[in-house]
């Protein structure tokens, strides 16, 4: 979830700690929420579970995952935001961090849901051993982090805060969640977790393919098609470091 520009990013800003300690345990605290344990679902070739919740929170309170402001960020000068952009929220493959706009981020209404979609990253990236890779399709990578967010939200019994007008999916993924709470019986569900189909999760998937720009479309620059459906993201795993070094 990244959005608009702003002109904070330009600044630089001190060296940083290495995480940051008003975030940090805003979003531990946010991943410990009652309810979010029971989330379990399959969506094409990625899964999300509970635990991977309270993992991303052990690794962001032992500092292996970091919590950044943009400044802290920026003044890392690496990973791949671009110039002059002000995200809200994203998480850096490259840094193990999860980014967020302001130190207090989490604390105001529906935050806590995007902290919620950011860390479904976190756990992909956790879940690589050492010196190795995995790669998704970024369509299911991120129709599977508006997904785990739109269950926080029911699960967890938490109010929509504007959520269904993210305009990235949020809202089809909110009626999926809400068919499947409602209705469970109707889906593939295998000791409580959901097998979602191709055809379930159709409107969600093609939502984020819009609002992402995985899509095939003609390139207004040099008027070619263009076939962006297979963009991947390429997971590369978050080291553990002591005091000889990380490994
Ligand atoms: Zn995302």
Redesign the pocket.
């Known amino acids: 979830?990244a959005s608009p520009f702003g002109q904070n990013a330009l600044k630089k800003a001190p060296i940083p700690k290495p995480t940051n300690p008003t975030l940090a345990p805003t979003v531990s605290q946010t991943l410990r929420t009652p309810g979010l344990s029971k989330i379990s679902f399959r969506l094409g070739s990625v899964e999300v579970t509970g635990m991977q919740f309270s993992q991303v929170a052990q690794a962001v309170d032992s500092g292996r995952i970091k919590c950044w402001t943009v400044d802290e960020f920026e003044s890392q000068g690496t990973d791949e935001l671009p110039d002059g952009r002000l995200v809200e929220s994203r998480?850096g493959i490259q840094s193990n961090a999860m980014l967020f706009s302001r130190a207090d981020y989490g604390k105001k209404p529906g935050e806590d849901q995007t902290i919620v979609?950011?860390s479904v990253?976190a756990a992909f990236d956790l879940m690589v051993p050492a010196k190795k890779t995995m790669t998704t399709l970024s369509i299911e990578d991120?129709a599977a982090?508006v997904l785990a967010a739109a269950f926080y939200i029911r699960l967890c019994g938490k109010q929509e805060h504007g959520f269904k007008l993210g305009g990235g999916g949020e809202a089809e993924a909110l009626e999926l969640v809400d068919q499947a709470v409602r209705d469970p019986g109707v889906f593939n569900v295998v000791n409580g977790k959901f097998f979602f189909t191709p055809e379930e999760t159709q409107a969600l998937r093609y939502a984020v393919s819009m609002s992402r720009n995985y899509k095939k479309f003609i390139d207004k620059t040099d008027g070619l098609p263009t076939d962006r459906t297979g963009a991947v993201y390429t997971y590369n795993g978050v080291p553990v470091c002591g005091k000889k070094g990380c490994k």
């Open positions: 979830m998480y979609h950011e990253h991120e982090a």
